[in-house]
């Protein structure tokens, strides 16, 4: 039907001055011994995708209406029409997913009993208490609304911030501080015997494999101070304020030819180097691949998980609007958005393609309650729905993409696809390299390689970094950080489709304020020092952390 090869020859890696070229011009795929193999499987996958069967209508189109004579005229209107970018922007999904299980080495089944023990127990005590709360508060579940109570509901589905629901019994099912302790206290590795390590080693008592900091820099090389960034160098003082503004405008320009192309690869790569504001949503829907093609699509779903929280009501839901007002309603900066973060967490709830994911990603997804099906009355529907029970500051993993799109069903669909590809793993422990564990590892590596004094400092003074940051990594930032810097960090995150930033970013914090952690002598002093992370550049202090 097609020429694969050629529609298989996709960027991988596009410079930021070519960042709109020529298909001629793509750089060779990575060497891989299988790589044959490889594709072929994935053009296999295609064949069983809808847009092959699109991609056949278009063809026979073309040819039953004589816009071309022959092979080589039919495929050029097919890239003409759009087909070619679209397919590349598949393949370009299918083999980045191979490429990191590829990488990462890792199954869907836990590969260490030890952490899955502990894993299930965290569960366990989630459920409990969560069983424990209903029976306190006589508040089942999940129960249907009156019908008065529903029609209000939707009658008001826009202003719900002017409710003031009776949420002060509620509290949050778990903190990122009870994770924490769970991790430190139950996580070991059965083969080493950790009471002969030295004292200076970190709290995270599991032997992982982690990168080092060559690894860090060779996979992250886009963020070298060599290379101009939105972030840093848009921020010139006013002496050198043009070169600013040309590099702003230049930035812009080659943003918009890239959105024009419609690459996904070719996309990455530039938001690798940041994103201007005014395109920033643009950028990231269409390196996450979300279509906007699929709009309708996206708006009877929506429609659909409105109707749900509309019609039932959740234990859960008490849960969400407790963290919303303990959160992002007490944040200067978010307060205005309480309205927006309300209806895209209670969707989510609801939303069972969220659980269907993450547990087809990785396999040790929570284990859910079974609740009446008020249909049927058969006890077969999960609970909740999406698999998700929100912690303390789960809202603000949502909050600053209120920033970028004022559209609900747009604001749900790219945090659902945030959620599902990056953040769900920050909140369950897990082996996995982008799960808690790993991620909390990571960071007392790196802290101990590129700052010992300060490390051994803090565990003189009987205080543990990892307490301080671990709740930074599970809200990525969001809420200490001011909003601006969240979404470059964002950027980042997104363009090299990886959240160990967050880790690095974290010791990038330590290091910037080391002086005056070497300074203070207790748990207090340090705790004043990260009171406010406001003031602080997200681009200079990852590239102070990775490469100075």
Same mark, same amino acid.
């Given at each position: 039907?097609?020429?694969?090869?050629?529609?298989?020859?996709?960027?991988?890696?596009?410079?930021?001055?070519?960042?709109?070229?020529?298909?001629?011009?793509?750089?060779?795929?990575?060497?891989?011994?299988?790589?044959?193999?490889?594709?072929g499987?994935?053009?296999?996958?295609?064949?069983?995708?809808?847009?092959?069967?699109?991609?056949?209508?278009?063809?026979?189109?073309?040819?039953?209406?004589?816009?071309?004579?022959?092979?080589?005229?039919?495929?050029?209107?097919?890239?003409?029409?759009?087909?070619?970018?679209?397919?590349?922007?598949?393949?370009?999904?299918?083999?980045?997913?191979?490429?990191?299980?590829?990488?990462?080495?890792?199954?869907?089944?836990?590969?260490?009993?030890?952490?899955?023990?502990?894993a299930?127990?965290?569960?366990?005590?989630?459920?409990?208490?969560?069983?424990?709360?209903?029976?306190e508060?006589?508040?089942?579940?999940?129960?249907?609304?009156?019908?008065?109570?529903?029609?209000?509901?939707?009658?008001?589905?826009?202003?719900?911030?002017?409710?003031?629901?009776?949420?002060?019994?509620?509290?949050?099912?778990?903190?990122?501080?009870?994770?924490?302790?769970t991790?430190?206290?139950?996580?070991?590795?059965?083969?080493?015997?950790?009471?002969?390590?030295?004292?200076?080693?970190?709290?995270?008592?599991?032997?992982?494999?982690?990168?080092?900091?060559?690894?860090?820099r060779?996979?992250?090389?886009?963020?070298?101070?060599?290379?101009?960034?939105?972030?840093?160098?848009?921020?010139?003082?006013?002496?050198?304020?043009?070169?600013?503004?040309?590099?702003?405008?230049?930035?812009?320009?080659?943003?918009?030819?890239?959105?024009?192309?419609?690459?996904?690869?070719?996309?990455?790569?530039?938001?690798?180097?940041?994103?201007?504001?005014?395109?920033?949503?643009?950028?990231?829907?269409?390196?996450?691949?979300?279509?906007?093609?699929?709009?309708?699509?996206?708006?009877?779903?929506?429609?659909?998980?409105?109707?749900?929280?509309?019609?039932?009501?959740?234990?859960?839901?008490?849960?969400?609007?407790k963290?919303?007002?303990?959160?992002?309603?007490?944040?200067?900066?978010?307060?205005?958005f309480?309205?927006?973060?309300?209806?895209?967490?209670?969707?989510?709830?609801?939303?069972?393609?969220?659980?269907?994911?993450?547990?087809?990603?990785?396999?040790?997804?929570?284990?859910?309650?079974?609740?009446?099906?008020?249909?049927?009355?058969?006890?077969?529907?999960?609970?909740p729905?999406?698999?998700?029970?929100?912690?303390?500051?789960?809202?603000?993993?949502?909050?600053?993409?209120?920033?970028?799109?004022?559209?609900?069903?747009?604001?749900?669909?790219?945090?659902?696809?945030?959620?599902?590809?990056?953040?769900?793993?920050?909140?369950y422990?897990?082996?996995?390299?982008?799960?808690?564990?790993?991620? @909390?590892?990571?960071?007392?590596? &790196? =802290?101990?390689?590129s700052?010992?004094? *300060? #490390?051994?400092?803090? %565990? /003189?003074?009987?205080?543990?970094?990892?307490?301080?940051v671990?709740?930074?990594?599970?809200?990525?930032?969001?809420?200490?950080?001011?909003?601006?810097?969240?979404?470059?960090?964002?950027?980042?995150?997104? @363009?090299?489709d990886?959240?160990? &930033? =967050?880790?690095?970013?974290?010791v990038? *914090? #330590?290091?910037?304020? %080391? /002086?005056?952690?070497?300074?203070?002598?207790?748990?207090?002093?340090?705790?004043?020092?990260?009171?406010?992370?406001t003031?602080?550049?997200?681009?200079?202090?990852?590239?102070?952390?990775?490469?100075?």
């Open positions: 039907l097609l020429c694969f090869r050629l529609l298989f020859s996709f960027p991988c890696y596009v410079d930021i001055d070519n960042a709109v070229m020529d298909s001629d011009d793509d750089n060779e795929l990575p060497d891989e011994p299988d790589i044959n193999k490889e594709f499987d994935i053009q296999n996958e295609i064949r069983k995708l809808p847009i092959y069967d699109d991609i056949w209508a278009a063809t026979m189109n073309a040819a039953a209406e004589g816009a071309s004579s022959g092979y080589d005229e039919l495929v050029s209107k097919l890239k003409m029409d759009g087909w070619e970018e679209k397919l590349r922007n598949i393949v370009f999904e299918r083999y980045m997913n191979r490429l990191e299980s590829l990488n990462e080495n890792f199954t869907k089944t836990e590969p260490m009993p030890q952490i899955g023990k502990v299930n127990a965290w569960h366990r005590r989630i459920l409990k208490s969560l069983n424990s709360m209903s029976s508060l006589g508040v089942p579940l999940a129960k249907k609304r009156p019908k008065q109570d529903a029609k209000d509901l939707e009658v008001n589905w826009d202003e719900q911030g002017a409710n003031e629901p009776g949420v002060t019994r509620f509290r949050p099912v778990f903190a990122p501080k009870d994770l924490l302790e991790i430190v206290s139950n996580v070991r590795s059965s083969n080493i015997a950790w009471a002969r390590l030295p004292k200076c080693w970190g709290s995270v008592q599991c032997a992982l494999e982690l990168p080092t900091m060559k690894e860090l060779e996979r992250f090389v886009e963020l070298s101070p060599s290379h101009r960034h939105i972030g840093v160098d848009d921020l010139c003082p006013e002496s050198v304020s043009d070169i600013a503004t040309h590099m702003s405008h230049r930035h812009e320009f080659i943003g918009n030819a890239v959105l024009s192309r419609g690459s996904r690869s070719v996309a990455s790569q530039y938001l690798k180097f940041g994103c201007p504001t005014s395109m920033r949503g643009r950028m990231w829907r269409l390196v996450l691949g979300l279509n906007l093609e699929d709009a309708k699509i996206d708006q009877l779903r929506y429609e659909q998980l409105k109707h749900h929280v509309v019609q039932y009501e959740l234990l859960i839901d008490n849960l969400i609007i963290d919303i007002k303990l959160t992002a309603t007490n944040d200067d900066e978010l307060f205005v309480e309205d927006c973060l309300y209806k895209a967490l209670l969707c989510l709830s609801r939303d069972s393609s969220v659980h269907r994911r993450i547990s087809s990603q990785w396999g040790n997804s929570p284990p859910l309650h079974s609740v009446p099906n008020y249909a049927s009355g058969k006890q077969s529907l999960i609970y729905p999406s698999g998700v029970i929100p912690f303390h500051g789960f809202a603000m993993l949502l909050a600053p993409l209120a920033y970028i799109y004022d559209d609900d069903v747009a604001l749900y669909r790219v945090f659902r696809e945030l959620y599902c590809k990056f953040f769900s793993r920050l909140h422990i897990s082996s996995h390299p982008r799960g808690a564990v790993s991620l @909390a590892s990571l960071f007392e590596s &790196l =802290l101990q390689q700052d010992p004094q *300060v #490390f051994i400092h803090m %565990r /003189d003074i009987s205080v543990q970094p990892l307490k301080i671990f709740k930074w990594i599970m809200r990525a930032f969001s809420g200490f950080l001011a909003a601006s810097e969240v979404m470059l960090l964002c950027d980042r995150i997104i @363009a090299f990886s959240v160990e &930033l =967050l880790p690095i970013l974290a990038g *914090v #330590f290091r910037f304020r %080391r /002086d005056a952690l070497l300074a203070v002598t207790s748990t207090s002093g340090v705790e004043a020092i990260f009171a406010d992370l003031t602080l550049k997200v681009i200079p202090i990852l590239q102070i952390t990775l490469f100075l």
